[in-house]
Nanobody
Framework: QVQLVESGGGLVQAGGSLRLSCAAS????????MGWFRQAPGKERDLVTG???????????YYADSVKGRFTISTDNSKNTVYLQMNSLKPEDTAVYYC??????????????WGQGTQVTVSS
């Protein structure tokens, strides 16, 4: 059974930084993409960033316009842990952040495994 476990959320002031981690256990067969979604109260769950690998160490990344230049997704060499470095955080980044795994890194419908979510709160 596949499990995705997030950690690293919390409360931070605007302009601060947080790093989220997502550890995957179990066999994510046929999946070569991982990403982060977020959902703010009363809003839909949106794809924030995704990363994919194709053989060797070739990586493809996607970032939503709202986080470009501030957030960075990365993965460790074994490809079973993904990180989200969030810098210059804004109050509008406040949301529950979900780790996800799937086949298509740059499309919300390309993900079919989900973590339980971790709360990120940015105070003004």
């Amino acid at each position: 059974q596949v499990q995705l476990v997030e950690s690293g959320g919390g409360l931070v002031q605007a302009g601060g930084s947080l790093r989220l981690s997502c550890a995957a256990s179990g066999r994510i067969f046929g999946r070569n993409a991982m990403g982060w979604f977020r959902q703010a109260p009363g809003k839909e769950r949106d794809l924030v960033t995704g990363i994919s690998w194709s053989g060797g160490n070739i990586f493809y990344t996607y970032y939503a316009d709202s986080v470009k230049g501030r957030f960075t997704i990365s993965t460790d060499n074994s490809k079973n842990t993904v990180y989200l470095q969030m810098n210059s955080l804004k109050p509008e980044d406040t949301a529950v952040y979900y780790c996800a795994a799937g086949r298509y890194y740059n499309h919300p419908a390309g993900y079919d495994y989900w973590g339980q979510g971790t709360q990120v709160t940015v105070s003004s």
